[in-house]
């Protein structure tokens, strides 16, 4: 009969179902159901993670539409302090009105949320039962404890986006409500400085990132790839303000271009939020495009090297129960006798307890191999063949990255195991690559693991052929002989590559639409800057159009500031995104699943992406630009 476990993941119902493989330990159904927890709350982490950072980027479109709305209502603020109406009144008008869309936002999301949840449910369960376990959903839902805290986040982070335009209401001298040009200058200055709080939000990712490698807990790689985010988010004023000042050079461009270059330096207190926001979409994108990529050619070198057997044969209920059914010993002597099979080697994982100088009390899942070294891992230090001859014939073992991080046990080192003959004593002969499991494994000869353990079952074979020999024929042959009701799992060298790639490219899949959600409202954010600003230059647009400027171009002027918006954000945003790969790749990934990863990066795309961005921040500041170009000359001037 087979075993079943009922789990929440993320409170939702989940059901993991386990073939029968036979007798298992009374101890490998709650091992197992340990791992399996660990590997679906690092899988929510990641997501968790994705989700704040795009909850960041809507914090920055909140100032956006409130200062939007400040804007708007500049001569109503003035009128309303002229009547007695105080800094804080105005304050609490502006922050009250945002949390009661804010309040709204909220619900719509709640539902938005659900109807989201339901199509990206299935892509997220074939993502865990393709890497992790096998599992079915059987419905979707959310307790009343996490709506609240979905609504809590978004309260705070509307108050949070608001709080700085609300207190730039409040500030309003009722003289000035009348000329708002000579109040945006007056506003540029004070964010000159913000520099000085980037670089020491920078200091705070390094600090972060130290505790998170060296102190713990993870989480600080996080919080170091939050500070980095920050961290550039507050160097915007100041790129801003220099791009500004290095785009007035170029006078052949025109006098409109010349327009718009100090109209982006002189509007800096709107204009550096929304180059900050969109800068933040395009850094979290790049940061996750950056590291999707190296860690995909780390896989794929570490495949490369790793995955050399023509043929790979197991019982399919390993793939999705775990590895506890074994390989009849006919079907492998069946293997051996053929002509065209040059060796065949065996593979084995199992649970025992472990202790080392470290700590004790702990369990270690063994690899068991068994065969020939065939140059197919990669250790720290060299010596490859060396280290393996004496994991296969001297009692030694080896262990992989993941593990000597987890574990901090070195090369060198011995760790105790619990064996059926009692407690040994093991070496630690060497660290090496390994991407199969984040919780890391140890690696032990068949011949050690025989003596100790007297336990002959298999769970996989390696089969290796003679050259010119056909893995299909003797994949056929086998399945005649042994697979006549799909018993066993049987992959080509090609295959099996295959299959981990794309394991690996369905697991980031989810990404993409964080990304694209980051990406859409940060864009959002350039349309009502765009029209804030718009709202702002009334009086000036009205001067333009009656010393004789046509509406188109005005319209021209203010999209060409918005494609300069997009172009510093471009800029902003790969250099911060750059840094928080950097941070991904040698913090979190090291900190939460010990891999090692070699960072690359994929220049043409990332070189492109001003190609992409700038058109679409055009786009977003046409329909604001338009409505601005239509204004009557005779009202915006006589505002004044």
């Not at 986006?161 to 409500?177: C, F, K, N, T, Y």
Request: include cysteine.
């Amino acid at each position: 009969m087979p075993l079943a476990c009922r789990l929440r993941w993320g409170d939702r119902a989940v059901t993991i179902e386990e073939p029968d493989a036979g007798p298992v330990p009374l101890e490998a159904p709650r091992q197992r159901s340990f791992q399996i927890q660990n590997m679906l709350s690092a899988f929510e982490l990641n997501l968790s993670a994705l989700s704040t950072v795009s909850l960041l980027v809507g914090v920055f479109l909140i100032y956006n539409t409130i200062s939007a709305s400040v804007a708007r209502r500049r001569v109503e603020i003035g009128i309303l302090r002229s009547l007695g109406a105080t800094r804080n009144e105005v304050r609490w008008l502006f922050l009250g009105e945002a949390c009661v869309f804010g309040a709204l936002g909220v619900a719509l999301g709640a539902g938005a949320g659900i109807l989201l949840a339901r199509v990206l449910t299935g892509a997220v369960a074939k993502t865990i039962s393709s890497h992790y376990v096998l599992l079915s959903i059987d419905q979707t839902w959310l307790s009343p404890v996490q709506f609240l805290t979905a609504g809590i986040y978004g309260l705070l982070s509307v108050f949070a986006g608001a709080w700085l335009p609300a207190g730039e209401a409040s500030r309003i001298d009722p003289v000035w409500a009348l000329s708002p040009g000579a109040y945006a200058e007056h506003s540029a200055v004070g964010m000159r400085h913000w520099g000085i709080y980037g670089i020491l939000t920078l200091a705070a990712a390094v600090l972060s990132s130290w505790l998170a490698l060296k102190a713990g807990p993870p989480s600080w790689g996080f919080a170091a790839a939050f500070f980095i985010l920050a961290g550039f988010a507050f160097f915007a004023p100041g790129v801003t303000e220099r791009f500004s000042s290095l785009a007035a050079w170029f006078s052949s461009a025109g006098i409109l271009w010349r327009l718009a270059a100090d109209n982006l330096g002189r509007s800096l207190h709107r204009n550096a939020i929304t180059v900050a926001a969109l800068a933040a979409a395009i850094a979290m994108m790049t940061g996750l495009m950056v590291m999707i990529f190296s860690f995909r050619n780390s896989v794929d070198s570490w495949i490369q090297r790793g995955i050399v057997a023509d043929l790979y044969i197991a019982p399919a209920s390993n793939e999705t129960a775990g590895l506890g059914a074994s390989v009849p010993p006919d079907a492998i002597a069946w293997l051996q006798s053929q002509t065209g099979v040059q060796g065949v080697d065996t593979f084995r994982e199992l649970t025992a307890a472990m202790s080392s100088r470290h700590g004790s009390g702990q369990s270690a899942i063994i690899t068991v191999v068994g065969g020939e070294y065939r140059n197919n891992l990669t250790f720290q230090g060299g010596d490859d063949a060396g280290k393996m001859e004496r994991v296969l014939n001297d009692s030694a073992i080896a262990i992989t990255e993941p593990f000597s991080r987890k574990y901090g046990v070195r090369d060198g080192e011995h760790i105790t195991l619990t064996t059926p003959l009692g407690a040994a004593d093991f070496e630690v002969v060497g660290t090496y690559s390994d991407y199969t499991r984040d919780q890391g494994a140890i690696l032990m000869g068949r011949k050690t693991f025989d003596h100790f353990w007297h336990d002959p079952r298999i769970e996989s074979l390696s089969v290796y052929l003679h050259k010119g020999a056909s893995w299909e024929k003797l994949a056929d042959a086998f399945r005649a002989q042994f697979n006549r009701e799909g018993e066993f799992s049987i992959y080509s060298n090609r295959h099996l590559r295959d299959r981990i790639l794309t394991i690996f490219d369905q697991t980031f899949a989810v990404t993409y639409v964080l990304r694209t959600v980051s990406i859409l409202v940060a864009i959002t954010g350039v349309f009502l800057s765009v029209t804030t600003l718009a709202a702002e230059r009334q009086r000036e647009i009205g001067v333009l159009r009656a010393i004789g400027a046509s509406r188109g171009q005005v319209r021209r002027a203010l999209v060409i500031e918005a494609g300069m918006m997009g172009g510093v954000a471009s800029i902003l945003g790969l250099a911060a995104g750059s840094v928080l790969a950097m941070a991904l790749t040698w913090v979190v990934n090291p900190a939460f699943f010990g891999w090692t990863i070699h960072l690359q990066f994929p220049y043409a795309t990332l070189l492109s992406t001003p190609l992409w961005i700038i058109p679409i921040a055009l786009l977003a500041a046409w329909i604001p630009a338009w409505r601005a170009s239509r204004g009557v000359i005779a009202q915006t001037i006589r505002e004044e």
